[in-house]
């Protein structure tokens, strides 16, 4: 006899949780650092048109398939299209997911050692190079591994748990704590000499910053920020009560990711700016600001603690879908040992994690078409598998899912007018696809 299903115990524990696995390293991390090398203003806007032309239609698209069956990305696939060629989109969100937490736990363990040295209290220091320190860091092969390892150990003990007394908990109490803390970081950097010139950087927008690659990477960036695209979201909906709405959940998601995006490019590149370092700088730079920002504020250790475990837990909350979808797919609703899979997926991850980890140091003359084989494996996910599985998803719910059942769950549980169903409708049959692959192919 199978156990009983696991379900979110109210609408805003879904919607943290989703908002949990949008907002993390996507909108902290990766947003700014991408959105200085293709351009600031031009980005920012190609990101939020985007997300909400694109990124909420297929966030939608995802809620409605995992509700719709109550099962886990590959089950669901399986129920809505059984003996057919669209298994696959299931799993390959199953190996995204797996290559994604390939170089997301690297980050994730990145921030742990930060967390760590806070905390002792050797972080921060007077004349203290922060540049020369990341670099330093990620290139020790034991401290960064140990890092990884570490991130890896706290997700497994939360996944433990499962979805309402593990992921949905955790992710209550942290991410409104989040948001405090860094409305609390952006008016510290605004207020710094200086920060206008970082603020007109990243909402001023010309037209020749526009590129067929920076449209792609905004692309991508729109679905990396909400979890789309490996069907993390089908697994998240279907633990979901049918009394929810699911646009109004994903409209939700959607904003508090667009908010925390901005708010990061506005902690970010004032101080960028008023410290004369570069927009461009890459992957480590919110690892040089933070320290910098910080570090010019009264009581700024006890503060940059406190981002940082705040940071820390949102990017576990992130990383819990990711892991989550793989987890649930080998689970089978209840019928094999969930801390058996937790364990040896955990163990797993940490060696896929080795490459991406080492490439900063003893694998650092390693290529892969020109990068390095962390933003290698970044590239591939962010850039090309999110785009096919958003492709595939679009095409699945528009012309092989039955359109009765999905205008019944589009609908459940609101009073929306039937012209919104009808736009989604458009946006997901039509537009999203054709947009998708035009951006793709004027990209390679």
Same mark, same amino acid.
């Given at each position: ?44 806007? *190609? ?16 809620? *409605? ?53 806070? *905390? ?167 690892? *040089? ?37 793989i987890i649930s797919a080998f689970e089978k609703d209840g019928k094999r040992s969930r801390k058996k899979i937790v364990w040896i997926l955990g163990l797993l991850?940490?060696?896929a994690c080795i490459p991406s980890t080492l490439s900063y140091s003893v694998l650092s003359d ?79």
């Amino acid at each position: 006899m199978n156990k009983q299903r696991d379900q979110w115990s109210s609408k805003l524990g879904f919607v943290m949780a989703a908002a949990g696995a949008a907002i993390g390293i996507g909108a902290i991390w990766k947003f700014p650092y991408v959105a200085g090398q293709y351009g600031g203003g031009a980005f920012l806007l *190609i990101f939020i048109i985007f997300t909400l032309f694109i990124g909420l239609p297929m966030l939608i698209s995802e809620f *409605i398939i995992g509700r719709s069956t109550n099962k886990e990305a590959v089950s669901a696939y399986d129920t809505l299209a059984p003996k057919s060629p669209w298994r696959i989109t299931g799993r390959l969100g199953v190996i995204g997911c797996f290559l994604l937490l390939s170089f997301y736990s690297v980050v994730g363990g990145w921030i742990t050692i930060y967390t760590t040295m806070s *905390i002792t209290g050797n972080l921060i220091s007077d004349g203290a190079n922060y540049g020369e320190m990341f670099e330093e860091i990620i290139g020790n092969p034991f401290i960064a591994l140990l890092g990884v390892l570490v991130f890896i150990l706290m997700n497994v003990l939360v996944l433990n748990f499962g979805i309402k007394n593990g992921i949905e908990r955790a992710n209550q109490y942290l991410m409104p704590l989040l948001l405090i803390f860094f409305l609390i970081l952006v008016v510290r950097a605004v207020t710094l000499e200086g920060a206008s010139e970082g603020l007109a950087f990243f909402f001023k927008f010309n037209l020749s910053d526009f590129s067929a690659k920076g449209i792609l990477f905004a692309l991508g960036q729109s679905f990396f920020a909400l979890a789309v695209g490996f069907s993390c979201m089908v697994t998240y909906s279907s633990y979901l009560s049918k009394k929810e709405s699911l646009p109004t959940s994903a409209a939700l998601v959607s904003g508090m990711n667009i908010l925390v995006s901005i708010l990061a490019g506005m902690a970010i590149f004032p101080v960028v700016f008023a410290f004369s370092l570069e927009p461009t700088e890459g992957p480590g730079l919110l690892f *040089i600001v933070l320290p910098n920002v910080f570090g010019q504020m009264a009581f700024g250790t006890l503060f940059l603690t406190l981002f940082l475990l705040l940071f820390l837990f949102a990017t576990l909350t992130s990383s819990f879908s990711q892991f989550e979808i793989i987890i649930s797919a080998f689970e089978k609703d209840g019928k094999r040992s969930r801390k058996k899979i937790v364990w040896i997926l955990g163990l797993l991850t940490f060696i896929a994690c080795i490459p991406s980890t080492l490439s900063y140091s003893v694998l650092s003359d390693v290529s892969i078409f020109g990068k390095s084989i962390f933003d290698a494996t970044d590239y591939l996910v962010s850039n090309i598998l999110l785009p096919i599985g958003c492709l595939l998803i679009a095409i699945f719910i528009s012309f092989r899912m039955n359109p009765e059942l999905v205008e019944k769950e589009f609908r459940m549980g609101n009073h929306l007018s039937i012209k919104w169903f009808k736009l989604w409708r458009v946006l997901m049959r039509y537009i999203i696809p054709i947009i998708i692959i035009i951006v793709f192919i004027f990209s390679l």
